[in-house]
């Protein structure tokens, strides 16, 4: 039967060839530019840390003096060294790492080229368990190289094989600045969709090439680059003392209870520094898991939600134009109706059959805006946006497309069917 | 005309009235904020460097010594960079126009005053012979000369250069209806130490813009050193051959440094630009096929009546009425049902442009871009239901008598 009623469908939309390619292709443009920017803030925000996201916290702290000019009523996104410094050591059973960004130069092994910058981060040995960071070569520095402030480094895959090509690189040494660290890891090919540990430079920045331990990396000054907030007279020449917030912490917490003890901590520790008259205001600390800070950062641009909402409401108008040509396609083919239902077809026929048809115009835009969103993706991806580049077509994409038209070109059938198959067939005869 | 027939006519149809008039809101309501938003972007784009965008070329280069002697190695560099063919002049600056790296200050005009005359005013300093690197054309007053270029830096306390050159901007918001020649003009609010105006330059767009009023309010600053690019300004069939060479010619005066970036002004001009008229571009695209959309379901709806109501019109044609007043039917018929949506939509247009403004920092809407939009559609409204009408006039008595 169905296969009966699709036939009949593609023969009625080719009796009007105009009509039906203008059906189709205003769903596909709907569809098409809806999913082109679906599929990237989908892609925006999949999940960095898959399987354990939620159990990463941020916690915040708030150590300004009562005077300091505040936006709202959120602490700084950012710990001050003596406050991470702090927070670490009195929980020495948590895994956690203290991080801070850098740029470097990098100098190439001896006569193979010039020096070239390169992204780097501070950070404890804990980083990579922490956010389950595949090596390819070596691994993670140990607690006892944070310690000691060992001359060590993690590099990442694209660095490795720009300075050593295929080599293992693992003991050789890697010049950075003025200083010389031993390489004691090179990871595998690790990206995640945004560069969530810190999101002040920006969400959808290249990826970091060179790790550090954070005592190394103040030992030897090596430089910071990154957000620095700061309240009162700070002093930026020192700041590990000074009233500047700018490093990052990240801890792992298992479970609702274990969040709860941190966060009764928190409070606990924020009353300490002011019992200490260190910390001026209330204590108000924040301890939000992965998926909450980027929520709470917005890390989408709102140039892209914006286009987004853009998309859907185009989408809308374009459904909303559907219902009307079918509205007016069936009600044209009312008498053709009539005469089915005299002759004893019964309503369920007739409006299963014009579903059909709604559902074959659907099928045939979802075709269509496969197309448009593959040419709207390429289209992103020739943007210079740091974002660009997670623009890419995936098979759910494929899958949801037509999919999506086809349902929505249905639902968006209902009515002018349901219009169409109440008619009196005596009403529309007598009128012939 | 007479309208209460034609609403009980509309009476018949009321889904596909509802339908119309819903479509063409939904419309109105993008169409009214795109159109908007198109607007302020375009704004924008019309901006000009104010400076010889096509004799200019930039570069920085971090050097990778520590230590003293950072001056003296960024004035062998420059002496490098002038001798490369086709360069005739070289300077290092703060910033340039578009580069989006603002360096601002609030300027006060009576000494230690804390109340600014003009807020965040862009810097621009630069080393001897600057503003004839920039291309930067004097309209009053002279150029600095060579005893003002000194060691002065806008985030410490040293004291502010001797003189100073002003846009003629920056000039009219600092001293409105005054000469500015010969002002004294303060650095930072409460600053005692003014600089002499010595000059007034046509208007140069700061290194980032915002489409208001003090996109050039930019004050020019003689430095003997300044961390930041190296301008060129070349010969412009040069051009990318000055960019070939360039790093080179730098490595050579001293290897141990990174030349981080390198690009013709022209291209960072346009760079600048890139998100503004990609922005323009979608929306002018997404407008288009709203509007596309919009008219085609009128004038498949149209088409639909004018072969439905096909007897009455030849009854109405028999019994003499013309062929205008069958079209002028059709056509108010449209634009009544337009204009219900239209109502509806410019409603929404509104609160839409409310919403937004809370989420996405979309300026207000004016009044005026509602009237823009609405007449928009209202005039696509009357193109498309044009043909079905012109049709349905065209109908000859005699059809339905045939019937």
């Known amino acids: 039967m169905l296969v009966y009623y699709v036939e009949l469908a593609a023969r009625s939309l080719r009796r009007t060839p105009v009509v039906t390619a203008f059906m189709v292709l205003a769903v596909g443009l709907g569809i098409g530019a809806s999913m082109t920017m679906l599929t990237l803030v989908h892609v925006m925000q999949r999940d960095p840390v898959p399987g354990h996201s939620s159990e990463l916290f941020y916690p915040q702290v708030e150590p300004r003096s009562a005077t300091a000019r505040t936006k709202d009523a959120e602490p700084p996104s950012q710990l001050t060294w003596i406050d991470a410094t702090n927070l670490m050591r009195s929980r020495p059973d948590i895994e956690q790492a203290l991080m801070v960004g850098g740029k470097v130069a990098v100098r190439p092994p001896q006569g193979q080229g010039m020096a070239f910058y390169a992204q780097a981060r501070y950070t404890s040995g804990a980083f990579f368990h922490l956010f389950s960071v595949p090596f390819r070569h070596g691994g993670a520095w140990s607690r006892e190289d944070d310690d000691m402030r060992a001359p060590v480094a993690v590099i990442s895959r694209t660095l490795a094989d720009r300075l050593f090509g295929d080599a293992d690189p693992v003991g050789r040494s890697l010049r950075l600045e003025d200083t010389s660290l031993r390489i004691v890891g090179v990871m595998d090919t690790w990206q995640p969709s945004v560069q969530f540990y810190d999101l002040a430079p920006g969400g959808y920045r290249h990826a970091d090439e060179v790790f550090v331990p954070l005592g190394t990396a103040r030992q030897r000054a090596l430089p910071t680059e990154g957000s620095i907030a700061c309240w009162g007279s700070p002093d930026l020449d020192h700041l590990e003392t000074t009233t500047c917030t700018w490093t990052q912490l990240w801890v792992r917490l298992r479970d609702a209870g274990e969040r709860r003890d941190y966060l009764d901590f928190l409070r606990r520790y924020s009353l300490e520094q002011k019992a200490a008259g260190r910390f001026e205001r209330e204590p108000n600390v924040r301890l939000r898991n992965l998926p909450e800070w980027l929520a709470y950062n917005r890390v989408v641009p709102g140039d892209v939600r914006l286009q987004t909402l853009l998309a859907l409401g185009f989408l809308m108008v374009c459904l909303v134009n559907t219902v009307t040509l079918m509205l007016v396609r069936y009600q044209r083919r009312r008498e053709e109706y009539g005469v089915r239902r005299a002759l004893g077809a019964p309503r369920r026929a007739i409006f299963a059959q014009l579903i059909v048809e709604s559902g074959l115009v659907g099928a045939c835009g979802g075709a269509a805006g496969i197309l448009l969103a593959v040419a709207g993706l390429w289209l992103v991806r020739s943007q210079p946006a740091d974002y660009a580049h997670l623009a890419s077509l995936d098979v759910g994409l494929l899958i949801a497309t037509p999919l999506a038209a086809t349902v929505l070109t249905i639902l968006a059938g209902v009515f002018p069917a349901w219009r169409a198959c109440t008619i009196t067939p005596a009403h529309v005869l007598k009128l012939q | ?403």
């Open chain 2, 1 to 403: 005309m007479n309208l209460p027939p034609m609403i009980a006519a509309l009476r018949h149809h009321k889904a596909a009235v509802t339908l119309i008039a819903l479509q063409v809101a939904l419309t109105c309501a993008i169409v009214c904020n795109a159109i908007f938003l198109i607007a302020s972007h375009a704004q924008r784009l019309h901006v000009s460097s104010g400076i010889e965008d096509d004799a200019l070329v930039w570069a920085r280069s971090s050097g990778l010594r520590r230590g003293d002697g950072a001056d003296a190695r960024a004035r062998a560099d420059l002496d490098a960079l002038r001798h490369l063919p086709g360069v005739t002049a070289v300077a290092q600056v703060n910033t340039l126009p578009l580069m989006g790296n603002d360096w601002s200050a609030d300027l006060g005009v009576t000494a230690g005053d804390a109340q600014p005359a003009v807020n965040g005013a862009a810097l621009f300093l630069g080393t001897p012979s600057f503003l004839g690197t920039l291309g930067v054309r004097l309209v009053e007053g002279r150029d600095f000369h060579a005893d003002e270029y000194v060691d002065y830096s806008p985030f410490d306390d040293t004291p502010a250069p001797p003189t100073a050159i002003v846009t003629r901007q920056l000039a009219a918001h600092l001293w409105p209806g005054q000469p500015a020649l010969g002002q004294r003009v303060y650095i930072g609010a409460g600053s005692s130490q003014g600089a002499l105006v010595v000059g007034v330059v046509a208007d140069v767009a700061r290194s980032a813009i915002s489409g208001g009023t003090n996109d050039h309010d930019v004050l020019f600053l003689p430095v003997r050193t300044v961390a930041g690019p190296y301008a060129l300004r070349v010969d412009p069939t040069h051009r990318d051959e000055v960019l070939r060479t360039l790093p080179a010619a730098l490595i050579a005066q001293d290897a141990d440094r990174i030349v981080t970036d390198r690009e013709a002004f022209v291209d960072t001009v346009h760079r600048y630009f890139h998100d503004d008229r990609a922005m323009v571009w979608l929306l002018v695209t997404v407008v288009g096929s709203l509007l596309l959309v919009t008219a085609l379901g009128i004038l498949g709806l149209s088409s639909y009546w004018v072969h439905q109501r096909r007897r009455h019109i030849g009854v109405r044609r028999a019994l003499g009425a013309t062929r205008r007043s069958i079209l002028t039917y059709f056509l108010a018929e449209n634009m009544l049902v337009v204009g219900l949506g239209l109502a509806i939509g410019t409603c929404v247009a509104m609160w839409l442009n409310h919403w937004l403004g809370e989420r996405y920092e979309v300026p207000r809407l004016p009044l005026s871009w509602l009237g823009i939009g609405a007449l928009l559609l209202w005039a696509i409204g009357l193109v498309a239901v044009f043909g079905p009408a012109r049709r349905a006039a065209a109908q000859p008595p005699m059809w339905v008598i045939r019937q």
